[in-house]
Structure formats: C-alpha cells, structure tokens
C-alpha cells in the first residue's frame, strides 16, 4: 500500500437508457480529475464507475426496440459509441467498471436483501403510491411538485402492489445525526436541504421491492419479486469491492469510500438511503458524499426528452478531448449549476488555452530554439525582477492542493492560470528580442528563458490531472524528463537540468475561428437533434381486404381552393370553398386549423372524396373530406394535405 493511504472514489453508475451527454461527462471528468489528482499525490487510488442497467425504464425502451433489455443495454454500454467508448475517448482512468447485471453483483444484491430482511429491516407489506417510472421512485403525495415528479417534472402514475418495505424511519435519527455532524454530505447548501424536504417532515419506509416487472435482480426468497432499482444500484459501491461476492476484492483496502461523486438530485439517495442501508448491514459509512450542480443549456436541465443534449463526441472530436476537459472543470465551481454554451466553451478555450498557455509555451520554446539552438548555456545572470515569478510559481502546489483536497477544481485551474499570465507578462517585460540582439546579455537571456522554462514546467505538472495528454506533449516540448514532471518536483523551482533542451513540436492548442465554429456546430448539432428523433410512428396497414368495386365506388377528385377561413367558435375547422371542375362552388369543412393558416391554403391544389354524404358541422354543411396523409411524432399528431401539382386540372378523378 503506498505510504499515503488509499482513496476510494466513485460516480454515479449510469442508466445505460439513452446516449450519454455532456452533463453525464461532466460528472465523470470532474471524478477522473480528482482520481488522477489523488494518484499523483502519491495514494493507491481506487476509482470505480459503471452502469446502472435493471428497471422498469430499461424494460419498457428495450421492448420498443424490440430487444431483450439485456441486448438494449449491452448495445448501449459495449456497443460501437457506448458507454465505454465514450470514457475511453475522454480518457476516463477508471479502475473498474462495474454494470448491474453482472453476475457476481447480482448474486451480492441478493444476499444483501436477504441479510437486511434476516435481520428485520426489510418487511412486506402493500404499496399504494404515485411512481415516477423514468426515475424509478416512489413518491407520497406530498412531496410532488404540481402533482409531477419533483426530480425531473414528468407525470407519475398512481401504482399499488405487495411489496417489500425497508425500515427507513428507524435510521432516521442516525442520519439526522450524520449530516449535521461533520463534513459527510458538501456543499454544506445541500445538508439543510435534505434535513428540511426529507428528514423533518418524517422519512417513511421504503418501498424496496417490484412485482409489476421482471427486469431485476429477482427476490431469491419471494419468485416474482425484484428489487428495487436503487438499492441494487447504492450497493454496486461495495459489491464492486467483493462485499458478499466472490467476484471482486479490496473490500478491505478500500472501503469505506472518501468520496462518492454524485449530481445533486441523487443527493437524496445517497447522503439518507445510503447510509440507513449501511447501518442496517452494520458496514462503515463513505467518508463524504459530494453534490455537484448540473451543466443547464439555456437555463433547463439537458435531457434527449427534451431534445436539447449536447454530444461530447462532437465537441471532444473538433477541439480534442483536453480542451473539453479543461472548460468542463474551469467554467463552473463543482457545487454549483452552470449553462453550458457552445460560445462559452470556444471563447475559454480560445483565451485561456490557445492564447494564454498555448502561446506561453510555443513562444517560449520557439526562442530557446532561436537563441540558443534548443539547448541553453550554463552561463546565467540572475535580477531581482525574476523573484515575483519564481515566488508565485514555487507556491503554486501548496495553493492549488488545498482547493483540490476541497474539490475547487475551478479555484485550482484559476491559480494555476494566474501564473501562467505572469509568465507570459514577465516575456513582455524582459523582451528577450531586445537582449538577444546583444552578446553580452546572453547569461541574462539564458535565466529568462530558464525561469520561463520553470514556470511552464511547475504549471504543467499540475495541470496533468486535468489534461493529461496534452501535459504530456507540453512536457516533451520544454524537456522536462519523468523525473521532474511529478508532484514532488512541483513544489520545487530549479528542477529542470541548467543545460535544458527544448524540442520543437506542433501547435497543442490551435485557435478556434469562432464564427465559423458556432456555425458549424449549430449544422451539427441539428442533424443530430434529427437523426435522434424517434422513428415516426405510422398505423399498420389494413389485413381487411375491400373489393374492388367498393373501392371504385369512391369518387377522388382533384380541387383547387378558392378561398379558406376559420369556422367561427370552432378552434379545429376550417371552411374551403373548392372548385372541383362541375362550376358549381363545393363547400368543404376539415378539422385542421391546428396545423395549418387558412391564408396560406388559398389556390392549392388539392384531393378531396366528392361523393360521402352531406354532413353537418357547427351548423354548416360539408360536402365531403378533403384527404391528408397522418402520422405520429412524438406521441403527437401531425396532419398534412395532400397537395397535387398545380398543373393538374380542378375535377381531374383520381384512379
Ligand atoms: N443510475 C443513477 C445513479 C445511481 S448511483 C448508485 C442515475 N443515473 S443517471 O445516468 O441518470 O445520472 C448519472 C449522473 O449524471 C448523476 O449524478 C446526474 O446528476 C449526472 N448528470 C446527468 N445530467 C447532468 C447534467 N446535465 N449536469 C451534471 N450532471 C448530470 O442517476
């Protein structure tokens, strides 16, 4: 074990429902950076993520894609763009990936059920409640917002069932006592919101087990039982570690957790759920769990339902994974929400990537190259305006430790920003060009581009944990050797060898033409938005064959329309007058409006059946339908009339 200790990190497992988006990314960017922060510090680190796969959601999106749930899931997880794909390409170190329905967690889930129920915490009983399915939760009355979810604002469906119950009320009191003590649950905001929305009006037993569906872990005891979703899910932290299993080790290393990462409307489950679970099966609690805010676009949450997700492959892809990473951890401090936009994100990395960094180090190496041919002399001259630099960058560590051990990851980026600003003012008032014209300055030359050097170097080590390959690269152009790209190194100045040799390299982060970009962006993005709406949906066709002749007895005809208004106290009809080639006006009414403006219709030309009977409609008599092709989107109707070339004559049969 590595003399600092271990550290035992986690996210959220992932409902593998729908593609991940760019708030899910967040999420397990800000832990791999934590995770690499604490390895580079020297402890054993342990980072578990995954995937969350059983539940009623996953049951219902996989029978509409005509799979098994097991198949769906494994697409989304394994598949070409899953899951996995997505943490390799954003260069997530995840020490383990642990998904639901793998076989030594689910055989874990089940003796944990039955431990709890042995040891009374777990009884049946009868549910009768409002249930969120996309969120897999119970709600009482009282607690929903307008009568929708108060999590995610959708509808919930009032369901009553035997179930399994777990004895949350008796750990009340513990976990009052846990987030008021200590420093379990951060941002300190999120304490008092549990205790006043959850713990004060009285927690309730939890409602622990399903019979309304079978994607689950079955109730090994009680066939036709599945547990519920997220004691199945809370528990992964622990079976991933071998807890009741034989399928995975280290509980004893590891556990209990330092950290579990999660976003603040999980909050719930795991600052009061948690804990009361952990107390019931008598094993340590996590150290801390952390609520971060969420990435909003436009003020609201992302979601596909919404159709406003934003696609990190897409942004990780155009400006390479490390400037996303970069912006996701610089732009908003973890603990709270903050509205990603595409402008935001090209305009941070533009000035503080390209611009301040990037340029930092191109010119830096670029005049090493011309003055000294890459190498620099032994010869040097120090003067008393090198000390402000030296000063800020030797403090940087001790600064920037103390707000990652807090996870201000943004505060961190900032201090280390501050130094590199200084570096590149520090070029502006030593202009090298001026010394390198003279011989004589060449010692002095030699120690501004030695302390420059120095400063990109210190800077650069502790950006690792944030953009590592990128760091690396950097390293590589200013000739810093494993040796001295490490923690240690970082708190000391004067670790690059005096005789450095630079190389010469690409550009690590090219400027983004932001006009062209967002342009661009918002083309992508669109295609995107329509290659993810869901197939239209179309009636099935008739089985019922009709004979001809009764076919035939139907009289289509071509109609042009002469002039189109809206039925008066009627928000459906609209009223055409056609010509339908006899010179006699045809009135027709059809129950449009909603989808078209009567103006926009006039001289059309379009197909109407002549001969139904007449038919009254708000006292007004309609001589026949005008046809339209009909179809779903969304759940929602859409109706369009069928238009025919205008070169088609009024009266034309249709046959
Ligand atoms: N499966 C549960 C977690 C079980 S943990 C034992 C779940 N899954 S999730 O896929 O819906 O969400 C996973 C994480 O992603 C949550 O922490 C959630 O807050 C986070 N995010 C989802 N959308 C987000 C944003 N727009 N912004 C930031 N984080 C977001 O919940």
Not at 148 to 173: I, M, N, Q, T
Request: hydrophobic letters at 40%.
């Amino acid at each position: 074990m590595s003399e600092k200790g271990t550290f035992y990190i986690t996210t959220p497992i992932y409902y593998p429902s729908d593609k991940l988006h760019i708030g899910h990314t967040y999420c397990t960017v800000a832990t791999d950076t934590i995770a690499r922060y604490k390895r580079m510090c020297g402890y054993d680190v342990m980072f578990l993520t995954g995937t969350d796969e059983h539940g009623q959601k996953i049951e219902e999106k996989a029978k509409a894609a005509g799979m098994t749930p097991q198949q769906f899931v494994d697409n989304i997880v394994e598949g070409k763009g899953g899951i996995l794909d997505l943490w390799k390409l954003m260069n997530i170190s995840n020490d383990r990936f642990i998904r639901t329905t793998d076989d030594y967690h689910v055989e874990g889930i089940q003796r944990i059920f039955k431990k709890m129920y042995d040891n009374g915490d777990i009884y049946k009983g009868k549910y009768s409640g409002m249930y969120c399915t996309p969120c897999e939760s119970f709600w009482t009355e009282s607690q929903l917002v307008d009568g929708k979810c108060p999590d995610c604002g959708r509808e919930v469906k009032y369901a009553e069932e035997e179930a399994y119950f777990f004895r949350l009320s008796k750990y009340a009191d513990r976990v009052r006592e846990l987030l008021l003590t200590g420093t379990f649950l951060e941002p300190a905001s999120r304490v008092n919101e549990m205790i006043k929305n959850f713990i004060d009006p009285g927690l309730e037993d939890l409602c622990v087990s399903r019979t309304s569906f079978t994607w689950g872990v079955p109730v090994d005891f009680d066939p036709g039982h599945v547990v519920y979703v997220w004691v199945d899910a809370l528990f992964n932290y622990l079976t991933a570690l071998g807890y009741m299993n034989e399928g995975r080790d280290g509980k004893e290393k590891y556990w209990p957790a330092d950290v579990h990462m999660v976003g603040k409307e999980i909050v719930r489950f795991h600052s009061i759920i948690w804990p009361a679970m952990l107390m019931s099966v008598g094993e340590p609690l996590p150290k801390k769990v952390f609520g971060h805010g969420w990435l909003l676009l436009g003020g609201g949450k992302m979601s596909k339902s919404k159709g406003n997700v934003v696609d990190p492959v897409i942004l990780a892809e155009r400006y390479g994974v490390d400037a996303l990473r970069y912006f996701l951890m610089r732009e908003f401090p973890l603990g709270s929400d903050g509205n990603f936009s595409n402008e935001l994100l090209i305009a941070r990395i533009n000035s503080d990537l390209a611009n301040d960094y990037g340029n930092l180090l191109s010119r830096t190496a670029a005049m090493v190259l011309k003055y000294f041919d890459g190498t620099l002399p032994a010869e040097r001259e120090e003067a008393p305006e090198d000390a402000e630099l030296i000063g800020m960058a030797s403090g940087l560590r001790e600064k920037y430790q103390k707000l990652m051990d807090t996870f201000q990851t943004q505060a961190a980026l900032e201090e280390v920003f501050k130094v590199i600003s200084r570096a590149n003012k520090y070029i502006d008032e030593n202009a090298p060009w001026v010394l390198a014209k003279d011989k004589a300055k060449a010692p002095r030359l030699a120690s501004v581009m030695y302390n420059l050097l120095e400063a990109l170097r210190i800077c650069t080590c502790l950006l690792v944990p944030f953009m590592p390959d990128s760091c690396a690269k950097a390293f590589e152009r200013i000739g810093a050797d494993e040796a001295v790209r490490n923690w240690d190194s970082a708190a000391v100045w004067g670790s690059l060898p005096a005789d450095v040799t630079v190389k010469k390299g690409d550009t690590l982060f090219p400027r983004i033409d932001l006009n062209k970009e967002l342009a661009e962006l918002e083309k992508l993005e669109e295609e995107a938005r329509k290659a993810a709406l869901p197939p239209l949906e179309i009636e099935p066709q008739l089985e019922e064959c009709v004979d001809f002749d009764t076919f035939l007895k139907s009289d289509f005809r071509v109609v042009k329309v002469k002039s189109c208004e809206a039925v008066k106290k009627s928000d459906r009809l609209l009223k055409f007058i056609l010509d339908d080639g006899t010179g006699k006006d045809r009135q027709i009414l059809s129950g449009i409006h909603k989808w078209y403006k009567p103006e926009d219709l006039v001289g059309k030309t379009l197909v109407a059946i002549v001969n139904l009977p007449p038919r009254k409609m708000m006292g007004l008599e309609s001589n026949g339908m005008l046809i339209s092709a009909v179809h779903k989107e969304k759940g929602e109707e859409c109706v369009q009339l069928i238009m025919a070339d205008d070169s088609m004559p009024a009266g034309a049969k249709l046959c």
